[in-house]
């Protein structure tokens, strides 16, 4: 007999960090032994509206919120939860719930940033506190946790090597990529100056992955193409480029973030530039690519990826390093710790 579980994400199959570290595990646990019933808090409007540009909807978030309180009296005594059940809501409401409940929590960002400042700062500390277990998907937010909940384990967000290792051709350019969403291309926008600077050193295209809706939001000063993300061409765009970059604000929220897109990039054999902040810097080596905080140490990493023989020779290295990130590898690690968790 499988044991019921209800996996309650964030969002669907569209959010990346749901798809990646909820959906991709879903068969994984069904061959483990557990019954499955996933269940997204937003629907997929929600998401297409922020990823569209268009913002947070609050009649759209209190619609997911009454979705999911109409749910509690039918979920089962297990539960593995994407940041908390009930957001918005207070510690002492989604305690009251999850009382009836083994509950294992998953955390891939510091989203206790989101809640700073307001009644609901502590929030996820009590929820913790509480849990069966705790998943997380980085060091910094192992250390946050482990002071609260001694039974925790880390899983970083990871690919399928498999989709990232078919043949793909090159493109013409020396080209340079970078996967996002909408809303993480921030991210790149805050480094426009320091591409500017690169695109003056070195002749390259910077090949942006993501969904459509960021076409018009180019960086003048530096040669952009876009692709439209879709999870079925995502491994081929990616290896198509010569190098991939991930940089970073040094800030709190994204010393919490995981090194995903860095994993995506190595996976596909690319050597790759990062800013040296949180995760990265567990994830890069010098056999695989470079850290870089200054305008100038980019240039100069960006500089060296130019030329074939170095690039080469890192790709080898990056190739060999995502052996250490894959969800062959994690699989069986979640589907064990379900079990030590809330197993009979």
């Not at 499955?36 to 009649?59: E, H, I, N, Q, T």
Request: aromatic residues 10%; positive net charge; charged residues 25%.
């Amino acid at each position: 007999m499988k044991l019921p579980l209800a996996v309650c994400t964030r969002y669907d199959e569209l959010g990346a960090s749901s798809r990646l570290r909820y959906y991709a595990y879903r068969a994984a646990l069904e061959e483990g032994g557990f019954a499955v019933r996933m269940l997204p808090f937003f629907g997929r409007a929600y998401l297409k509206r922020l990823y569209g540009g268009g913002g947070k909807s609050r009649w759209l978030a209190a619609a997911a919120l009454l979705r999911r309180l109409a749910a509690l009296p039918g979920l089962p005594e297990r539960l593995l939860i994407e940041y908390e059940l009930l957001p918005s809501l207070p510690a002492g409401v989604e305690q009251a719930v999850l009382r009836h409940h083994r509950y294992v929590l998953n955390f891939d960002d510091n989203v206790w940033e989101k809640y700073a400042g307001t009644r609901l700062e502590r929030k996820y500390d009590r929820l913790i506190a509480g849990a069966a277990g705790v998943i997380v998907a980085n060091d910094f937010l192992a250390e946050k946790v482990a002071l609260l909940n001694a039974n925790c384990v880390k899983i970083p967000t990871v690919v399928e090597l498999a989709q990232y290792r078919k043949p793909a051709p090159k493109r013409s350019r020396f080209t340079v990529v970078w996967a996002g969403t909408p809303v993480t291309y921030r991210y790149l926008e805050l480094f426009s100056e320091t591409l500017r600077t690169m695109a003056a050193a070195v002749d390259f295209e910077l090949l942006v992955l993501a969904r459509k809706e960021l076409g018009p939001r180019r960086i003048p000063g530096v040669p952009m193409v876009f692709e439209d993300w879709s999870a079925e061409r995502e491994a081929a765009v990616i290896a198509s480029a010569h190098a991939g970059i991930m940089p970073l604000t040094d800030d709190a929220f994204s010393r919490g973030k995981s090194a995903y897109k860095i994993i995506q990039y190595l996976a596909a054999g690319l050597p790759v530039i990062a800013s040296p902040v949180g995760e990265n810097v567990r994830v890069v080596t010098p056999e695989c690519g470079f850290l870089a905080r200054t305008p100038e140490e980019w240039c100069a990493a960006l500089k060296a990826l130019a030329d074939p023989a170095t690039r080469e020779a890192l790709s080898h290295g990056a190739t060999t390093r995502a052996e250490m990130f894959s969800l062959e590898k994690y699989r069986p690690v979640l589907v064990d710790f379900m079990h030590r968790c809330c197993g009979d």
